[in-house]
Structure formats: structure tokens, C-alpha cells
């Protein structure tokens, strides 16, 4: 961090590493790349956007966020804007098990799934319907045992500010033979389909099948690279915050906080020391 020729780092550490190590770089005047999730709290979360907005001249910071950079992704969102529409959206992710013992469902280290995980699928409804979610109610399955912890059996529901509404249907327990996600989004008339980021069916006044291949990552790194010369980020900095403020108030939601407003104005006035 304190080599003045390296200009831009990429942050790839456990994940109650990422908040500390993005605000040392951005302190550092460091262009980030930081693997999901950016943080895990909203304490980090405050301290990162205060480095940032009171910057004179902010580094890039992006965050692993690859879904939207996908060819899939690009293909429902310009079907979908193009009716101007708000979306009713559904994502179903059969997540598999991660062992309770795993570093990840640490919730010091890791943060557990929803905040590790999740945060892809909030980035990708948001980049879809072209609006911030507004609010999230979470609700987990009515069992905990040792193998699998309830909320890795999760349905989360968003409001977003342009009307849109979409769902996260996290599914720890689905059969392995299930593709991982499935991503369907609705509005004025017509539907796409995201089937596991191999295919994008969508349906007007008639269907059209896309074939496709990848989530996003080498786009998502290439977008990063070119931000470092144009100054423009992949992801406006405001974006960055609503996920990852969707993704902790979804984990205050399961803890048994009802519905969580997310006010990214007001979090973003209380940062800006």
C-alpha cells in the first residue's frame, strides 16, 4: 500500500479482510478491485464510503459483482428497459451445502452466505431493473440442525425504487441435479429468462433464444482494467453501496428485524463526514 508505483490492488483475502483492506487502499490513494463481498458491516461499510466521498480525487473501486458484466445479463436488461417497464423478478439459486465448520459460515470471518453470496444476486436484480433496492423482509427456513444452518435455506424479497420487486429464493438443500441459477424477470408485456448463464430465453411476441457462456468475470476484470485509464467505474460507487447495504440488512432481516428499510441517501449523508 505504501509503494507509490503501484497503482491500482486487487483484494482477494477471507472476507473479514475485505472492508479493512479496502480502506487502507483507498487511504492509500489505490485504484480496488475487491472480491465480494466489500464488507460486513455497516460500520466498515461507513468508513469505506467516508474514504471515498471525501477523497479529491477518488480511485476506481469495484467490486466483484461479475453477473451484470455477463452476455446473459446484458441481454435481459436491454430487452427488459426497453418497455419502461418495473419488473417482478425472480432468482432461484440452488446454493449446495457449505459445511457449518467452513471458514465462510464463520460469522466473524466470513459473514455467512447471505452477505458472501447473495450481495451477486442483489447486484444483478438492481443492474437488471436499472433501480436500488428500497427495502428487503427475509424469512428462513423453520429448521436449524447441524448440518445445514436455516438461513442457508433463505427467501428474500425486494422493494425497489422504480416499483420493481424481485425475489431471492437461496436454496442450500435443492437436489444437485438443479442448474445453480435461474434468474426470471417480467414487465410490459415480455419475460427473459436467465437459465444458469448458458442461455437467455425471451419472450415478447415471440420467443428468442440467446446462447451464451460465462458469468461475467473476465469482463467484469477487463471493465476494472479500462476504468484505470478512462477514470469511469464499472459500477457507480452509489451502486456498490446498495447492495452491499441490501445484503446486511437481509442478514438483520433473518435475525429478526421484519422489514429493512434501505436509505441509501441517508447512509451516504451520514458517511460524508
Known amino acids: 500500500m505504501s509503494d507509490d508505483s503501484t497503482d491500482a490492488v486487487f483484494i482477494a483475502t477471507r472476507h473479514d479482510r475485505h472492508g479493512p483492506e479496502t480502506l487502507e487502499a483507498l487511504r492509500a490513494g489505490k485504484h480496488v478491485f475487491v472480491e465480494k463481498p466489500l464488507c460486513l458491516s455497516r460500520d466498515e461499510l461507513r468508513a469505506i464510503a467516508g474514504a471515498f466521498l471525501n477523497s479529491n480525487e477518488p480511485p476506481v ?8 458484466f455477463s452476455k446473459a445479463a446484458a441481454a435481459a436488461r436491454k430487452f427488459l428497459e426497453e418497455t419502461g417497464h418495473p419488473l417482478v423478478m425472480n432468482y432461484t439459486v440452488a446454493a449446495g451445502r457449505i459445511p457449518v465448520d467452513h471458514w465462510t459460515q464463520d460469522p466473524v470471518q466470513g459473514g455467512g452466505r447471505i452477505l458472501g453470496e447473495v450481495c451477486h444476486f442483489i447486484d444483478l436484480m438492481q443492474f437488471v431493473s436499472g433501480s436500488e433496492p428500497v427495502s428487503v423482509r427475509a424469512a428462513a427456513l423453520g429448521r436449524n440442525d447441524e448440518a445445514v444452518p436455516a438461513r442457508d435455506n433463505s427467501i428474500l424479497l425486494f422493494e425497489f425504487s422504480n416499483g420493481s420487486v424481485g425475489t431471492v429464493s437461496y436454496v442450500a438443500d435443492a437436489s444437485k441435479k438443479v442448474p445453480k441459477e435461474r434468474f426470471e424477470a417480467s414487465g410490459g408485456g415480455r419475460t427473459a429468462v436467465i437459465d444458469n448463464f448458458a442461455r437467455v430465453d425471451l419472450f415478447g411476441s415471440r420467443k428468442v433464444t440467446v446462447r451464451c457462456r460465462g458469468k461475467g468475470h473476465e469482463e467484469e476484470v477487463a471493465a476494472f482494467i479500462d476504468s484505470l485509464y478512462s477514470g469511469r467505474p464499472p459500477i457507480a460507487f452509489r451502486s456498490l453501496v446498495a ?12 435475525s429478526g428485524g421484519g422489514t429493512m428499510a434501505i436509505d441509501v441517501d441517508a447512509f451516504l449523508g451520514s458517511s460524508d463526514g
Do not use: H
Not at 469495484?62 to 453477473?67: E, I, T
Not at 447492495?243 to 433473518?254: D, G, H
Open 243 to 254: 447492495t452491499t447495504l441490501a445484503a446486511i440488512a437481509s442478514e438483520e432481516s433473518l
Open 61 to 68: 473501486l469495484m467490486v466483484g459483482f461479475n453477473r451484470r
